[in-house]
């Protein structure tokens, strides 16, 4: 398990999938039913969303979830409600007995399968789904830092979004606004990706100037925060999101030279190690190419557009990602 932990961390994928498929393997045939096979099945979900598997992702997180729940209630740490199922509801979450009285260590540790189940439900368009289950790790947060609470505030404010629930997003996310305003001391990395979700709302909304205030706002938080070796990989993704949705920001207003300067940034920060899912790097290129191609660099666009469409079919090169430096060098023609 640790060398699969090891592994993952480092971004060794397909060791860490590896050690927690053998681990899993191991213990389901031992008839383990306890937290450590909950663990071992939520670790070996997360590579799998980390690599843009979600849909296989989603049986082993509803699967995770139930053993989670059963293991914590035998061992008497909260109260246990009926247990009946409501098949209206996702699996995991169905299954689910009452947590707000459980102490706070149990309730994070719910709560994070539950955000990244409400993920997969969201990547794989599952949207009723995601967000009944980014409710549920909400409601189990109330009183957690943001930090804590960053990835599912975001994540619900997706689903809003991929339904066209615009108000409902922007009353989310202005209610955190407001809150984060009101006190201090929160994760740098946190406050910058709340201000990105915002940047991105105006952005769907057409808001242009709104919108790259909000994220020149992120921005300026993200650079000048001091180095914190605890979130160094945390602040380089907050800094790459920011960077992509100023970028997306600059094209929309077709300032092609900017927004190519954006996006070389944001990939290069995800070439540094910020925790990227495939997809969210595939948006950048995508975005790079499109830029490039009305800046007039064609063959900068092509080789953008050629990795974007490697890396959808799940054919990644050495790193699974861009060497930009290279790209940059480029001709134009």
């Not at 990547?123 to 930090?147: C, D, H, M, N, W």
Request: hydrophobic fraction near 40%; glycine fraction near 8%.
């Amino acid at each position: 398990m640790l060398r699969g932990i090891d592994a993952n961390n480092t971004g060794h994928y397909l060791e860490a999938e590896r050690c927690f498929t053998a681990v899993m393997k191991l213990m389901e045939s031992a008839g383990t039913a306890d937290l450590a096979l909950a663990r071992a099945r939520y670790a070996l979900a997360a590579v799998l969303e980390a690599t843009g598997r979600d849909g296989q992702a989603l049986p082993l997180l509803n699967s995770a979830l139930r053993t989670l729940d059963l293991a914590l209630s035998r061992g008497g740490e909260y109260h246990s409600g009926s247990g009946n199922l409501d098949h209206g509801m996702p699996p995991g979450l169905a299954a689910l007995r009452p947590l707000e009285t459980a102490p706070e260590t149990d309730r994070d540790e719910v709560a994070t399968v539950l955000v990244d189940l409400g993920t997969a439900y969201l990547r794989t368009g599952i949207y009723s789904r995601g967000e009944q289950v980014f409710q549920r790790a909400l409601a189990l947060q109330q009183g957690f830092p943001l930090k804590d609470r960053i990835r599912t505030i975001t994540g619900l404010a997706a689903v809003y979004l991929s339904q066209n629930r615009q108000a409902e997003a922007e009353s989310l996310l202005l209610h955190e606004q407001a809150s984060l305003n009101s006190r201090q001391g929160a994760d740098t990395w946190a406050q910058v990706l709340l201000l990105n979700a915002l940047g991105n709302l105006r952005l769907r909304q057409q808001r242009f100037a709104d919108a790259e205030q909000v994220l020149r706002q992120g921005q300026a938080i993200a650079e000048s925060a001091p180095l914190n070796p605890e979130t160094a990989m945390l602040d380089l993704a907050a800094k790459a999101y920011v960077s992509d949705n100023l970028a997306q920001t600059c094209l929309k207003q077709k300032r092609y030279r900017e927004a190519d300067v954006l996006f070389a940034a944001a990939l290069s920060l995800s070439a540094r190690g910020a925790p990227m899912p495939p997809g969210d790097v595939v948006r950048i290129l995508e975005g790079y190419a499109r830029s490039s191609r009305l800046s007039g660099n064609r063959q900068l666009a092509a080789t953008l557009q050629a990795r974007a469409k490697a890396i959808r079919e799940g054919i990644p090169g050495p790193s699974g990602l861009v060497d930009v430096s290279a790209l940059q060098r480029l001709p134009n023609r």
